[in-house]
């Protein structure tokens, strides 16, 4: 693999946007570093609120657990996580992607 191409689907790998942004693509890169960054921050407001709620539950065993985070919170959290999935998959693939055919264009501008 060449190293035009290595560097921006190693960076997508990393921080997703970085690839786009070192394939050229400021606008798409900063949009994907954005989203990220609000997911991140919608699932640790999440999880520090639940976090907070269950310390003030006394400890009653499994019910007061249940109580405390609903099948609505798990499936927020759940939401958030594929959402991050799908968008750094998105984000791999596309610096990758956009790597290997600026490789390509090149030679393919003589013709």
Do not use: H, T
């Amino acid at each position: 693999m060449k190293k035009s191409i290595a560097a921006p689907l190693c960076s997508g790998l990393v921080i997703p946007g970085l690839g786009q942004i070192l394939n050229r693509q400021l606008k798409k890169g900063l949009l994907l570093l954005g989203l990220v960054f609000v997911l991140f921050v919608a699932g640790a407001v999440k999880l520090a609120f639940l976090v907070k709620a269950m310390a003030k539950v006394p400890d009653l065993g499994e019910a007061s657990r249940q109580a405390v985070i609903s099948p609505g919170d798990l499936l927020f959290l759940a939401g958030v996580l594929g959402a991050f999935a799908l968008l750094w998959l998105y984000a791999v693939v596309d610096a990758f992607w956009v790597a290997f055919q600026a490789e390509r264009s090149p030679g393919d501008e003589n013709e």
